[in-house]
């Protein structure tokens, strides 16, 4: 099962969890989780998904990967949100290598770009 047009790994057993990278308008990059990552995109763009992104709209999607369940996508989320800004980088583009960088994904912002 695919998570969304965007390409990226499938998971078969049960409804996948995925940790997501977003790229703010102010250049930020923002982690969550989601079932749904196309989805979860649209909902953060109207207004209606976390406080930070609603203030920082638009958010581009920067990568994801799958996760097994909603315990460990947390887990990963936590540790993702404590990385420092490079270290984010170079994480999205180990997950869209893995994915094989699909061009509908936002663009990776460069590693000493500073919100």
């Not at 995925?18 to 207004?47: E, M, P, W």
């Not at 998904?49 to 887990?75: D, Q």
């Not at 540790?79 to 420092?84: D, G, N, P, R």
Request: hydrophobic letters at 35%; one cysteine or more; charged letters at 20%.
């Amino acid at each position: 099962m695919l998570p969304s047009k965007t390409g990226g790994p499938s998971v078969e057993a049960g409804k996948p969890w995925f940790v997501y990278l977003l790229r703010c308008s102010n250049g930020c990059l923002y982690a969550g989780i989601t079932t749904d990552v196309q989805q979860r995109l649209k909902t953060h763009n109207a207004g209606k998904g976390s406080r930070y992104v609603r203030a920082h709209r638009p958010a581009k999607l920067v990568a994801f990967t799958a996760s097994g369940n909603k315990s460990i996508a947390s887990s990963l989320e936590y540790a993702v949100k404590s990385l420092t800004r490079p270290q984010k980088v170079a994480l999205a583009r180990k997950w869209r290598a893995a994915a094989g960088t699909d061009p509908e994904i936002g663009d990776l912002p460069s590693e000493s770009a500073q919100p």
